[in-house]
């Protein structure tokens, strides 16, 4: 019962924090939100049983997500979203609406929220949760997929990042080109 | 009926949460903002998945003593990855935010488009 | 902000707890919530508050970006070296039963071996990528 309000509460503050993402002019507000709405899914998480996941949606949206995010305004210095008054966005509310309708419409197949027989409990899951402690020794069960079962996928994830730091650095570390010294003389 | 929106609401409202942050990608002109609406839509995405692999009376899946049930840990693996390429895009988007910035002057998508169509 | 006392003294006391806290989630990631990617991210906060609170110029001076990119690219190194040093073992690649005599010990180490590949590269990455950002309003 309890775990139910506090779920009701957590995703109440969620969609309340979405809403003023959408609407608020102000970047560096909307920076400030991002990060307290990383931070309430983090909570999320956490009464949905995923330690693992919410450590690292914690450390990595409310963290480094924000703080790049920061950089970011602090280098292209512009504080407020430019918006003229008569904006009128019925195509994308449309759309979002027919996506939206079509999602709900899927959602309705679902087995229940916590259900123990669902489709994605069976199979591969319980071969997992008996076997992994004989077979690697390791009580933490998403480490030992995440490392070892998986391995390969973690050896994908890893290369990414690596990819995505190069990238960042090739972009942003090198000194500025002739293009922008060209236009600061001029 | 009531046991029906019970076992389904927090779907609806990550469905809900999933298109708030749509709609802010499509709709909207300002470059930071998009990005903030991705990650919005990414994070709902987490949240669905994390809601298909609890189980009721279960515990986060490390093997102790005392428990029976546990969580279904694929799908923590799962969005694990996800979390971490997910902050690599962002962090290789705000970097050309940047460096958009420096080559057009704003980063309004209006101006970029106009200064496109203008050369 | 290496003028504001309170600032300065509260780095100094946090910045060593939060390493030593990065350590311990590091290698206790097979017993409790934890493992490579969120010991990576925790370790590069701890070099972030300093950069923030001492200066780009002094945080470059203890960890320069040639060591960053060397070290994120060790890291890449020590996970396809465990698989490749499999390989040579007589397994397949990333079979870590063939690295020790027991099967468990096997598995055990190669998933400590590549869970430190995975911290390495992510907390020099993380740092990487912030030196990039603060570095360019520099010049």
Not at chain 3, 114 to 123: F, Q
Request: hydrophobic share 55%; proline share 3%.
């Amino acid at each position: 019962m309890i775990d139910l309000l506090i779920i009701i509460t957590l995703l109440a503050f969620l969609l309340v924090t979405a809403i003023a993402i959408i609407r608020i002019h102000s970047l560096f507000a909307i920076v400030m939100l991002f990060g307290i709405f990383s931070l309430l899914s983090a909570g999320l998480f956490v009464v949905m049983d995923a330690a693992d996941v919410a450590f690292t949606e914690a450390a990595v949206g409310a963290g480094i997500s924000t703080v790049l995010m920061l950089g970011t305004l602090a280098l292209t210095r512009q504080h407020e979203e430019k918006h003229n008054g008569k904006h009128r966005p019925i195509l994308p509310l449309l759309v979002v609406l027919v996506t939206g309708a079509a999602l709900i419409y899927g959602t309705l197949d679902i087995p229940a929220f916590g259900d123990p027989d669902a489709p994605a409990q069976q199979h591969v899951v319980p071969r997992y949760l008996d076997k992994a402690v004989d077979e690697t020794g390791v009580p933490n069960i998403v480490t030992a997929v995440l490392a070892s079962y998986r391995g390969f996928d973690t050896l994908g994830e890893v290369t990414v990042i690596f990819t995505a730091g190069i990238g960042v650095f090739l972009l942003l570390a090198g000194r500025r080109t002739r293009h922008s010294e060209k236009e600061n003389a001029s | 009926m009531m046991e029906f929106v019970l076992g389904h609401y927090n779907y609806w409202i990550v469905v809900v949460l999933m298109m708030a942050g749509f709609y802010t990608v499509i709709s909207r002109g300002n470059l930071i903002k998009k990005i903030a609406g991705l990650n919005i839509f990414q994070v709902s995405v987490f949240l669905l998945y994390i809601s298909i692999g609890n189980v009721r009376d279960g515990t986060t899946p490390i093997i102790a003593q005392g428990f029976q049930h546990y969580s279904n840990p694929l799908t923590h693996v799962l969005i694990l990855t996800a979390i971490v390429v997910g902050v690599a895009t962002t962090a290789l988007g705000l970097a050309l935010i940047v460096r958009i910035k420096e080559a057009y002057g704003s980063i309004e998508e209006e101006d970029i488009h106009l200064q496109d169509n203008s050369l | 902000m290496k003028n504001n006392l309170i600032l300065r003294i509260t780095a100094k006391l946090l910045i060593p707890f939060i390493i030593l806290f990065a350590l311990y989630v590091q290698f206790h990631g097979d017993f409790g919530p934890g493992g490579g990617f969120q010991a990576g991210v925790i370790f590069s906060s701890a070099f972030i508050l300093y950069t923030l609170v001492y200066g780009l110029e002094t945080a470059q001076q203890i960890i320069p970006l040639r060591i960053l990119q060397i070290l994120a690219s060790l890291g890449v190194l020590i996970y396809i070296g465990t698989g490749v040093v499999a390989l040579l073992l007589g397994g397949e690649f990333l079979n870590y039963s063939v690295l020790a005599d027991a099967q468990i010990t096997g598995q055990h180490i190669g998933i400590l071996v590549i869970e430190l590949g995975v911290g390495i590269t992510v907390a020099s990455v993380m740092i990487m990528i912030f030196f990039s950002f603060a570095g360019r309003g520099r010049q």
